[in-house]
């Protein structure tokens, strides 16, 4: 009230009244009636007056000394009106002491908070496994496309050998000879070409699928989680309709940077490593010995990029929510936006969120390019390394110049499939970080779970409602009690009218009824 006082001064100001406490200093009130003026006039005249505005006030039980109240429940409907020819009603006053506020002590807010704090921490499997376990219907899928995988990994290293051949055949001398070898390697690599387009397809297809059903199947069961749980949960701060329904739409999908494809590059990456470095030391064990002195690195490198990113990920989840949360706020009230004339405002509050995501991503963007490109130098340190070894070993007549070649190939495709899995550390760690707060809703048992069958079957059922000793207080707002002793008994076909002050507990017996809330103490 004081804030709409201060908003009139020095200007007109037109008040549409639900509440006519809001209007008691207006200078002039217009009481309508079917469209028509019956009565203006500033309050004082139109009380004296006993006409159509005292009546209304009278009914609200309107009281000056309660101007300043302040409203405690933001949910609480104002008034509800009577009809007047009701000819059974109960009316229950806002004097009743069942209907007040009180200050509940601290050691009873540390009490009771107990039970309302929940815990975000997963516990339970690897998510990893959790989530491969939700793809299990597809397994067929998954085990042929990664059968595709470790067939298109061992295609490098084979396609290395044929080109350390077609290279060495540029040392023979006769024309006839080298056409007659470079177009059997050509074919060769015709073929290669031909198993590749087979097994990448299968690999991407069947990922595709098997992927695709489990963010549909996720999707489906995040929303039905989400329709299980109380009331009480959708209170929670971080739990609003924007942060909520910017989780729907991304952590489901997000999950397949741990599962489908990505397992099947890392599959084909594994395989294409391993084959490489077989068949290195058949030709060359000394030579192989070098090069592999130099992968640790490279995977120490990946794994640390997938460590440090997961962290990045999830502050980045969270500052996003908030961001989704101001987005729907301002479009589901861009009435209110409009009037007050914040559409800039609100867009700033919303860059200044993003901005903290902009900041997180430039250190991520230090610490994965540091990584990343530390992983590059190390192929080119060991390229150096194997040349220079590979050079003394041709001189002592050990090796040939094609088997340095060939080795050299091998490695080196299995080195950039290194590369290539650390690429995906940032899909991986923003999958996991999604992975753990879907799991952390579907273990979440919900207070009220409004799905359950299980519970007290009433018999013989008349319709008498009887509140004893009710007592409650919001799980958000511990510090104000809202009913105290509260005591009701309703019978059958009565029509039953609450009435009282804003804040009092009207709306909040009505969702105790609904069984929004359990009491906190009491019975129904």
Known sequence: QEALDRASKGRTTIVIAHRLSTIVNASKIIVLDKGSVIEEGNHKTLMNARSVYYGLVEAQNLRMKNNDQKELENDEDDEISIDNELNRSVLISDHNKSCHNKSIEEDQINQKGDQI??????????????????????????????????????????????????????EECDPHIQEKRILI??????????????TMFLQSFLFAISGETLTQRLRAKIFQTLLRQEITYFDRPENNTGALCTRLA??????????GIRIGTMLQNISNLGVGIILAFIYGWSLTLIMLAFVPFMIIAGFLQMYLLTG?????????????????????NIRTVAQLTKEKHFGDEYCKILDVCFKNSIRRAHIFGLLFGFTDAIMFFAMAALFSFGAWRVEQGAMTFENVMLILNC???????????????????????SSKNILILFQRVPKIDNCSNTGKILENFDGEIDLKDLEFYYPNRREVQVLKNFNLTIQPHKQIALVGSSGCGKSTIIQLLEHFYDPTGGQI
């Not at 299990?136 to 899928?141: A, L, R």
């Not at 502050?315 to 301002?330: F, P, Q, R, Y």
């Open 117 to 170: 704090d929940e815990s975000q921490e997963y516990s339970g499997r690897s998510p990893f496994f959790a989530v491969l376990r939700m793809n299990s219907p597809e397994w067929f899928y998954i085990i042929l496309a990664c059968l595709a995988c470790i067939c298109n990994g061992g295609v490098q290293p084979i396609f290395g050998i044929i080109l350390s051949k077609v290279i060495a055949v540029f």
């Open 185 to 198: 390697y050509v074919l060769f690599f015709i073929g290669i070409g031909l198993i590749t387009l087979f």
């Open 250 to 259: 991304t952590e489901a999908s997000d999950v397949q940077g741990a599962t």
């Open 312 to 332: 990045f990920t999830t502050k980045d989840k969270k500052v996003l929510e908030n961001a989704g949360k101001i987005t729907v706020e301002s479009i589901s």
């Open 411 to 433: 490695i080196l495709f299995g080195a950039m499939a290194v590369g290539q899995t650390s690429s995906m550390a940032p899909d991986y760690s923003k999958a996991i970080s």
